[in-house]
Each structure stands twice: as structure tokens, then as C-alpha cells.
């Protein structure tokens, strides 16, 4: 497996970081009462999004669930994309349609993710089966989370992936509650990835509050893929260590003790520390690349509120008509 470069090191680091600060911000809004609907948070995670993602090349087609926006942020969509699109705003991708991950795009290689859970496995199967007919050298990504691996839509769409062998790359999410559901009452396996055994295709289990372990784990996935050996089933164990949206209170079903271990976990902190033990940044250099974080924030946040809310004519245009 290649080392990666003090710049990737760099890359993934900022990601991290910008993640993190990102929806801190977003909490503050939604405190504020300005955002509309809920706000599903990656806290404890967002080295799954980055490491994937991270690991993908321009061509491959990612699409994101509710907790991924470091995802569309590798993507290339900016700071100021996310707030308006949060906000609600008619500079965000959706322009003001819509809030959350809800959007993508084709072209910038992403998909827009929908609501229920499961269908996007067999649509990300078909995007992996269009790039191939089409003889791209491309794969396809997506995630899901404990509870959503139930669903049968993932056992189709993994089966039919299978079938097919195709460039898919499934990334389960197992961060262990869905909504206030214990994945012991989810499933009868200690791992969820075993049930690739089933679909006859090949699988890993990886730390995923180790971004370097989920990068190296997705660049391999990657490169069977494009052998033929795909699809690939990848589990990620990790924890959700806020409620299942703001507006939840875990403190009502998860046992304290759990969330004091998986703080201990933390996947920022724990890149952070394996950065400066091994001396690939300093001290200084971190905190610059916090400034230079905050001030980028800071900046698009208040171009966001800035930007307006859609008129009644924005609302319907680009939108699908019956
Ligand atoms: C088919 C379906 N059933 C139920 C829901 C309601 N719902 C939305 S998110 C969620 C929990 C999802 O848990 P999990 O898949 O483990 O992902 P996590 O939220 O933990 O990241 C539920 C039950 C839904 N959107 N779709």
C-alpha cells in the first residue's frame, strides 16, 4: 500500500477538520432557529466520509446520505454551497428547494441521495453497471447505514451487484443505533460485512474512526473493482456519538458508558495526536490550518445569510412536473 504524501496527510487532516468546524456551525444556526427541518450530524464519524471519498479518483460517482457531507465537500462543493443549501438559500445547490444532502450532480460525479432507506443501493449498482457499459473506468460508492442494512432493497440491490460484478462499492455505515434501535436487535452477526459471504463477493471490516485504515481499505476495494472482482462490501465500525438528529435525545436509550468510550475514540483527535507523535506537522501548523478554516467559515456562512430565500417562482422551476 503506498504511504501517503505529507500533502494527502495535509488533505485528509483539513477535510477532518473542516467537517467538524462546518457543523458546529450548523448546530449554532439550527439553535438559532434557522434551519428548517432536521440536522443529522457526522460527529464520531467523519473520517468514513473522508476516507472513502478521499480515496475515489475525479471519474468515480459518489452518493451521500444524510451524515456524508465531508463527502460533497471532497467533491468540490464549497462551504458556501453547504450553509445555503442548509439555509435553505437560492445560492445553494437545491436553490432553496430543498435542505440536508439532498442534491448532486452527474456531472461533479455525485448523486442525489433520497429519504428512504435502501433504494440507493440498486440505483448505485446501476450507476456502476451504466459506467461500465459506457467503458468507463469508473466506480460507484455509497453508504448506509446499520438500520438501513436491513432494509431488502440492500439485500436486492447487493445481489444483483454481485450478480453482474460490478465496480460497486457498498460502505456500511455501522455507527450501532438506528435512530434508537441497538444493531443487536438489527442483526444475529457480530458483523454486518459477513453478509457479503452470502452475495458470494468480497468484504472488510475496518476501524472507521481511522482515516488512514478507511482510505487504504477503499483504494483497495477500488482497484478489485476495476479488475472485476466487484462489488465490494466494506463495514466501517464506528459510533454516533450525538442523538440521531439534534432534536433527539440519546441519553434516553444509549448507556453512558458507551458514549464516554467512543469520546475517547474520537477520530479527529486521534489523527490530530498520530500527526504530531510522528512529526509530519507541528503545533503551529495546526492551529494555522484551524485559523485559515474558521476565517473560510466564517466568510461563506455570512455570504449565505446574505443570499436570499427563493420566491414562489424559483420554487417551480427545476422541478419535475405531472
Ligand atoms: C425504509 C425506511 N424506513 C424507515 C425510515 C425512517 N428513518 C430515517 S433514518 C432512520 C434510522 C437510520 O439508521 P441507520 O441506517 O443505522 O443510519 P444512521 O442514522 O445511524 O446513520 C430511520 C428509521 C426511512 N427513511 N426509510
Same mark, same amino acid.
Given at each position: 500500500?503506498?504511504? !501517503?504524501?505529507?500533502?494527502?496527510? +495535509?488533505?485528509?487532516?483539513?477535510?477532518?477538520?473542516?467537517?467538524?468546524?462546518?457543523?458546529?456551525?450548523?448546530?449554532?444556526? +439550527?439553535?438559532?432557529?434557522?434551519?428548517?427541518?432536521?440536522?443529522?450530524?457526522?460527529?464520531?464519524?467523519?473520517?468514513?466520509?473522508?476516507?472513502?471519498?478521499?480515496?475515489?479518483?475525479?471519474?468515480?460517482?459518489?452518493?451521500?446520505?444524510?451524515?456524508?457531507?465531508?463527502?460533497?465537500?471532497?467533491?468540490?462543493?464549497?462551504?458556501?454551497?453547504?450553509?445555503?443549501?442548509?439555509? %435553505?438559500?437560492?445560492?445553494?445547490?437545491?436553490?432553496?428547494?430543498?435542505?440536508?444532502?439532498? +442534491?448532486?450532480?452527474?456531472?461533479?460525479?455525485?448523486?442525489?441521495?433520497?429519504?428512504? !432507506?435502501?433504494?440507493?443501493?440498486?440505483?448505485?449498482?446501476?450507476?456502476?453497471?451504466?459506467?461500465?457499459?459506457?467503458?468507463?473506468?469508473?466506480?460507484?460508492?455509497?453508504?448506509?447505514?446499520?438500520?438501513?442494512?436491513?432494509?431488502?432493497?440492500?439485500?436486492?440491490?447487493?445481489?444483483?451487484?454481485?450478480?453482474?460484478?460490478?465496480?460497486?462499492?457498498?460502505?456500511?455505515?455501522?455507527?450501532?443505533?438506528?435512530?434508537?434501535?441497538?444493531?443487536?436487535?438489527?442483526?444475529?452477526?457480530?458483523?454486518?460485512?459477513?453478509?457479503?459471504?452470502?452475495?458470494?463477493?468480497?468484504?472488510?471490516?475496518?476501524?472507521?474512526?481511522?482515516?488512514?485504515?478507511?482510505?487504504?481499505?477503499?483504494?483497495?476495494?477500488?482497484?478489485?473493482?476495476?479488475?472485476?472482482?466487484?462489488? +465490494?462490501?466494506?463495514?466501517?465500525?464506528?459510533?454516533?456519538?450525538?442523538?440521531?438528529?439534534?432534536?433527539?435525545?440519546?441519553?434516553?436509550?444509549?448507556?453512558?458508558?458507551?458514549?464516554?468510550?467512543?469520546?475517547?475514540?474520537?477520530?479527529?483527535?486521534?489523527?490530530?495526536?498520530?500527526?504530531?507523535?510522528?512529526?509530519?506537522?507541528?503545533?503551529?501548523?495546526?492551529?494555522?490550518?484551524?485559523?485559515?478554516?474558521?476565517?473560510?467559515?466564517?466568510? %461563506?456562512?455570512?455570504? %449565505?445569510?446574505?443570499?436570499? !430565500?427563493?420566491?414562489?417562482?424559483?420554487?417551480?422551476?427545476?422541478?419535475?412536473?405531472?
Amino acid at each position: 500500500m503506498p504511504v !501517503l504524501t505529507k500533502e494527502q496527510q +495535509f488533505d485528509l487532516l483539513y477535510y477532518m477538520l473542516l467537517t467538524r468546524r462546518l457543523e458546529e456551525h450548523l448546530v449554532g444556526l +439550527f439553535k438559532e432557529g434557522k434551519i428548517s427541518g432536521g440536522l443529522y450530524s457526522s460527529l464520531g464519524q467523519e473520517s468514513i466520509s473522508v476516507g472513502t471519498t478521499y480515496a475515489l479518483e475525479k471519474e468515480d460517482v459518489v452518493s451521500p446520505v444524510i451524515r456524508n457531507i465531508a463527502t460533497v465537500l471532497i467533491k468540490g462543493y464549497t462551504p458556501k454551497d453547504i450553509f445555503c443549501q442548509y439555509l %435553505a438559500r437560492v445560492d445553494g445547490p437545491t436553490k432553496g428547494k430543498d435542505t440536508t444532502l439532498h +442534491f448532486g450532480e452527474i456531472e461533479r460525479g455525485t448523486v442525489a441521495p433520497i429519504s428512504i !432507506l435502501g433504494p440507493l443501493i440498486p440505483i448505485m449498482a446501476g450507476v456502476a453497471l451504466a459506467g461500465r457499459m459506457q467503458k468507463r473506468k469508473r466506480v460507484a460508492l455509497t453508504y448506509i447505514g446499520d438500520g438501513g442494512a436491513s432494509t431488502g432493497d440492500f439485500h436486492e440491490g447487493m445481489n444483483f451487484a454481485a450478480v453482474q460484478r460490478l465496480p460497486f462499492i457498498c460502505v456500511i455505515e455501522n455507527n450501532q443505533y438506528a435512530f434508537s434501535t441497538p444493531v443487536t436487535r438489527q442483526s444475529r452477526i457480530a458483523d454486518l460485512a459477513q453478509r457479503a459471504v452470502g452475495y458470494g463477493i468480497q468484504y472488510a471490516i475496518v476501524d472507521g474512526n481511522d482515516v488512514v485504515a478507511v482510505y487504504e481499505a477503499t483504494r483497495k476495494a477500488r482497484a478489485l473493482c476495476l479488475e472485476g472482482e466487484g462489488p +465490494f462490501l466494506m463495514e466501517c465500525k464506528t459510533f454516533r456519538v450525538k442523538g440521531h438528529a439534534e432534536h433527539d435525545d440519546p441519553s434516553k436509550y444509549v448507556p453512558r458508558a458507551i458514549f464516554e468510550e467512543w469520546r475517547k475514540k474520537d477520530p479527529v483527535d486521534h489523527y490530530v495526536h498520530s500527526l504530531l507523535d510522528q512529526k509530519v506537522f507541528t503545533a503551529a501548523e495546526l492551529s494555522e490550518m484551524e485559523n485559515k478554516i474558521q476565517q473560510i467559515l466564517e466568510q %461563506a456562512k455570512k455570504e %449565505a445569510l446574505e443570499s436570499p !430565500l427563493p420566491s414562489s417562482e424559483d420554487t417551480s422551476t427545476g422541478v419535475f412536473r405531472v
